[in-house]
C-alpha cells in the first residue's frame, strides 16, 4: 500500500473516533438532563404535598366530624333565651352541645339509663336578699313534683349589689325519660353579658 492509501485510511480512522466520542458525549449528556429533569419533578411534588398543592392529601370531608362516644350535652345563654320567673332557659343558637339527649320546655331530657355528671354555672347579682340557685329533676319513678339535686344559697354581706358566680357539680344515676333543669329564686338576677357565663350541662360517665 502506497504512503497516501495510509495516510487516507489513519485520517477515516480519526474522524471515526472523533465522531464516536462526540456520539458517546452526546448520549451521556442526555442521560444526565433526563436523571436532573426527573429529581426536579419529585422535588417540586414534595414541596406541593408539603404547602398543600393539588398533589396533597384531600381534606377531611365537612359532615364527618368526630362525634362523641356518649350521651353529652352543653347549653349556654344567648340572644334567643327567654327566662321563666325561676327556671332558666337556654340558647339553641349559641352553639350548643346536644348528643343523644334532648332539650325541651328548658329542660334536658335523658335518653339513656346511666350514671351522669350534671353541672351548672350562672353569673348573678347579688344583694342582701338569699339567692338561690339549683338543679332538679323531674321523674317518672317519683310521684311528687321534682327531686333537687343540687343547692346553693348566695348573699351579700354588703349593701348594694356585687356580681358572684355560682356553680353546681355532682354525679346522679338517671332514667330514660327524667328532665332536668336550672331553677333560681329568681331569673331578673341574672347577670347576662356573655353566653359563656352562664352554662348547664350533663353527660354521661
Known amino acids: 500500500m502506497t504512503k497516501g492509501g495510509q495516510r487516507s485510511n489513519a485520517v477515516q480512522t480519526l474522524l ?14 442526555a442521560c444526565f438532563i433526563y436523571r436532573l429533569y426527573q429529581t426536579e419533578q419529585v422535588s417540586s411534588g414534595k414541596i406541593a404535598k408539603l404547602s398543600g398543592g393539588d398533589e396533597a392529601s384531600p381534606s377531611k370531608p365537612p359532615g364527618e366530624d368526630v362525634l362523641p362516644s356518649k350521651p353529652v350535652a352543653h347549653l349556654t345563654d344567648g340572644a334567643d ?14 352553639d350548643p352541645i346536644l348528643y343523644e339527649m334532648k332539650y325541651e320546655d328548658r329542660k334536658l331530657i335523658i335518653q339513656k339509663e346511666a350514671y351522669y355528671y350534671v353541672y351548672s354555672k350562672v353569673f348573678v347579682f ?39 358566680n355560682s356553680f353546681l357539680g355532682g354525679v346522679f344515676h338517671l332514667y330514660k325519660n327524667d328532665a332536668i333543669y336550672v331553677n333560681v329564686s329568681d331569673t331578673k338576677k341574672i347577670a347576662r353579658h356573655k353566653s359563656f357565663e352562664n352554662v348547664f350541662g350533663a353527660y354521661m360517665i
Not at 333565651?81 to 349559641?94: E, G, P, T, Y
Open 16 to 29: 471515526f473516533l472523533l465522531v464516536a466520542l462526540a456520539l458517546c458525549g452526546m448520549i451521556v449528556e
Open 126 to 164: 347579688l344583694d342582701s336578699e338569699s339567692f338561690i340557685h339549683e338543679i332538679n329533676v323531674n321523674t317518672e319513678r317519683y310521684a311528687g313534683e321534682h327531686i333537687t339535686l343540687l343547692q346553693s344559697r348566695n348573699s351579700s354581706p354588703k349593701p348594694g349589689k356585687i356580681r358572684s
Open 81 to 94: 333565651v327567654v327566662h321563666d320567673k325561676h327556671v332558666m332557659a337556654w340558647s339553641m343558637i349559641a
